[in-house]
């Protein structure tokens, strides 16, 4: 790295490294507007979302799309400010207020000058492993070893809510929740619309094949080309909907139930009221630094968003934790037993011109 790297070129080294940080079914619904300045060395980014990537056949789904942009963001600015960039950030969305992602065409407004002689590069570098790193295991997460906090490595925020934290459940409450996951997955898979959004987004090839989505050997490990096609049709909405009749929906939840219950940890993220846009920045914010930590500890992800999604079963999720928890997010937490060098080759990122718009 050069110390005299244009700033243009340090932002987009960012934005390439921040398509990492996790989205619903990998949508990446994120946009960066770079608008540079008369010199090379100065510029403003705006940061919203891609519109033709979100996800929307759940009302709920809008939640996921901002805790997604705020992961984002935060790894973004954490990225330039430990090249040297200094960041002054200005957002339209301010504690208290509900819009909806229609009201603003961006996130934030950020206004850089690079600094060459005050990079962080351990700080960097640490950053960047740790997203090449970070993958989302839907199979089985065992083991002993229990997610600890540790040192932010994200260190600066963006958005603050003392209210909002993270709990880890116990052994009851571990139970009752995989009894949920049984009850109410189901409801993923015989929803039309959400099922149809979901299987657009699912790839059957051997190798990727997608510039968005997740491959079925990430759910399923390593399959055959019978398998893969088996699968194709089989998951597809109308054979889904026509074998939903026979029970098979409710087979799937009570398979990702028994993972559930499995798993080494469920930790959910809460507050004690309900939410507003703000909260939900800043649950995404805390959702990515958690991520980051787990996998600085050898841990491994899964969220087990279908808990959040439809309204029967948050209120459900809600009520089994209690009155003073109302849930952000949730995700069990464990040990993969997934050959890494196999998961690591289904990293899809959609194309850095798709997010980076320069002028």
């Not at 940061?47 to 984002?72: D, H, K, V, Y």
């Not at 934790?321 to 995700?331: E, K, M, R, S, T």
Request: glycine share 4%; net charge positive.
């Amino acid at each position: 790295m050069t110390p005299c790297k244009p700033l243009a070129d340090l932002v987009a080294q960012c934005v390439e490294l921040a398509k990492l940080v996790p989205s619903s079914h990998n949508c990446q619904p994120w946009q960066v507007q770079w608008y540079a300045q008369s010199v090379p060395f100065d510029g403003c980014l705006q940061i919203g979302f891609n519109r033709e990537n979100m996800i929307n056949a759940l009302p709920a789904l809008q939640n996921e799309m901002w805790m997604s942009l705020a992961g984002f963001s935060t790894v973004l600015i954490n990225l330039l400010e430990s090249l040297g960039a200094k960041c002054v950030i200005s957002s339209p969305i301010v504690q208290g207020v509900h819009i909806s992602a229609c009201e603003h065409s961006y996130l934030l407004e950020v206004h850089l000058s690079y600094h060459p002689t005050q990079p962080d590069l351990a700080k960097f570098h640490h950053i960047k492993s740790l997203l090449e790193q970070r993958h989302t295991h839907r199979g089985a997460l065992r083991g002993c070893a229990k997610l600890m906090p540790q040192k932010h490595i994200l260190t600066t925020e963006l958005w603050h809510n003392p209210n909002i934290r993270w709990l880890s459940l116990d052994t009851r409450k571990h139970q009752q929740t995989a009894e949920l996951v049984s009850q109410f997955a189901s409801q993923d898979f015989k929803h039309a619309n959400a099922w149809k959004e979901t299987y657009r987004f699912i790839d059957f090839s051997k190798t990727p094949n997608s510039d968005r989505g997740f491959n079925i050997q990430q759910l399923m490990g390593p399959m055959s080309l019978f398998k893969r096609r088996f699968h194709q049709v089989l998951l597809n909405p109308i054979t889904m909907t026509l074998l939903a009749k026979f029970g098979l929906a409710e087979h799937m939840a009570k398979t990702l139930g028994e993972l559930t219950a499995h798993s080494t940890q469920i930790i959910c993220l809460y507050q004690n009221s309900q939410q507003s846009t703000y909260d939900w920045l800043c649950a995404g914010q805390k959702m990515i630094e958690m991520w980051l930590q787990a996998t600085a500890q050898g841990l491994a992800v899964h969220p087990l968003s279908v808990l959040l999604q439809h309204p029967d079963a948050k209120a459900a999720l809600h009520h089994n934790l209690g009155p003073q928890y109302f849930p952000l997010f949730i995700a069990r937490v464990g040990t993969s037993e997934a050959n890494p060098e196999f998961t690591s080759q289904f990293r899809y990122r959609t194309s850095l011109s798709r997010i980076l718009k320069q002028h």
